[in-house]
């Protein structure tokens, strides 16, 4: 029998070996496909090394789940992006800032009946929501920066634990690299 | 060698079984989430006034007097044990309540789909969702929220919000799990700073 001396594996077993880490990887796929996603894209034209202050403007949430449409949740989103820009080195100022911050909360329960080529997500229910992350030019007034992060998760509970950290990962890509 | 690789086949493949059934197997637990305004400082709010709770749900056994009282009992049991005084007027924080509920049915190939959120025929397991809508699906098994709100009085503002999805067989079993998963979120109030 042909041998790989480097391991003293039989070559026939690799080939069983092979066969199984490919069947284990096939299984794993799907719940690879729901794997959460983001995105950013930015204005090419703007050079964001002169944008050096910011003020957090508008909120909004297109959810009607309780642990994300309140003002406390909001207050707590508002926190994570103010704690990452100013960790960049911009300032918050109420007057007459370089960057207005908007951003946007969605959630809703899914049935995995709507998705059906989601069933192996490992639930019948599950949550999906966006959120989405604008940084807004006051003068001239123009969206310059926008990151959307998409999640899935199995309860509200651990979406809304979720989202903050999602913001984080977003404005880390800020600025952008051209 | 060939030893050992039997062992890893086994393994492997009963790994990739366990994968593939858990995968299938419909997850329903509960689920709770609190959030709190971290500015606030809580040990000066010493008195609160519980307000009328109210319960979103057409189905009898969870939207009934009862089921309230039993909520609002154990909400104040569980602020009088972290020191916390009811008074009637001018209390440093109000607690409100808010239920709903929603019934489902699961489908062919275990899909779950909302049936009519709650309205209509009351039932154990397995009575029918409301006719009315054109849903008249078995009820597989019912989702309640609970909505448990402290507000401060001075300036009025939401300071605290806890969050309990409970997952019941049915509305029946519902209303009498509330009062404990009131009791749940608030274990956590105030809650870590």
């Given at each position: 029998m042909r041998r790989n001396f480097s391991r003293n594996i039989p070559v026939r077993n690799n080939v069983r070996l092979r066969t199984l880490l490919i069947l284990l990887i096939l299984a794993i796929l799907p719940a690879a496909l729901v794997a959460?996603?983001?995105s950013v894209t930015f204005d090419e034209h703007t050079d964001f090394s002169k944008l050096r202050t910011f003020a957090i403007r508008n909120v909004r949430c297109d959810s009607v789940r309780p642990e994300l449409n309140n003002t406390l949740y909001f207050k707590k989103l508002a926190d994570t992006i103010r704690t990452v820009l100013s960790a960049k080195g911009l300032k918050e100022t109420a007057d007459r800032p370089d960057l207005f911050v908007d951003y946007r909360i969605s959630g809703t329960e899914v049935s995995t009946a709507d998705e059906p080529n989601r069933r192996f997500r490992g639930g019948d229910l599950y949550i999906e929501g966006t959120v989405t992350v604008d940084l807004v030019r006051r003068e001239p007034s123009l969206l310059v920066w926008e990151g959307i992060y998409h999640e899935n998760e199995d309860n509200g509970s651990k979406y809304a634990q979720k989202l903050p950290a999602d913001v984080k990962k977003l404005l880390r890509k800020y600025p952008p690299k051209k | 060698m060939n030893r050992a690789f039997k062992y890893f086949k086994r393994g492997t493949g009963g790994a990739l079984l366990a994968f593939l059934f858990l995968s299938s197997v419909p997850l329903h637990s509960d689920d709770h989430n609190?959030?709190?305004?971290?500015?606030?400082?809580?040990?000066?709010?010493k008195t609160f006034l519980i307000r009328p709770g109210r319960i979103d749900s057409g189905r009898q056994e969870?939207?009934?007097?009862?089921?309230?009282?039993?909520i609002t009992d154990a909400i104040r049991a569980s602020l009088q044990s972290k020191a916390l005084k009811e008074v009637p007027t001018q209390a440093d924080v109000t607690v409100e309540f808010l239920v709903s509920g929603v019934d489902y049915n699961i489908g062919g190939g275990g899909f779950a789909r909302p049936i009519g959120a709650s309205l209509g025929n009351p039932g154990p397991r397995g009575s029918r969702g409301p006719e009315g809508l054109g849903e008249g699906l078995p009820?597989?098994?019912?989702?309640?929220?609970?909505v448990i709100d402290v507000n401060a009085t001075m300036p009025a503002r939401l300071i605290w919000r806890g969050v309990y999805h409970d997952t019941e067989d049915n509305s029946s079993k519902l209303g009498i799990k509330l009062p404990d998963d009131a009791k749940k979120l608030l274990?956590?109030?105030?809650?870590a700073k």
């Open positions: 959460d996603e983001h | 609190v959030d709190l305004d971290k500015s606030v400082d809580y040990s000066k709010l969870l939207n009934n007097s009862l089921v309230v009282k039993k009820v597989d098994f019912s989702v309640g929220t609970l274990a956590k109030y105030p809650g």
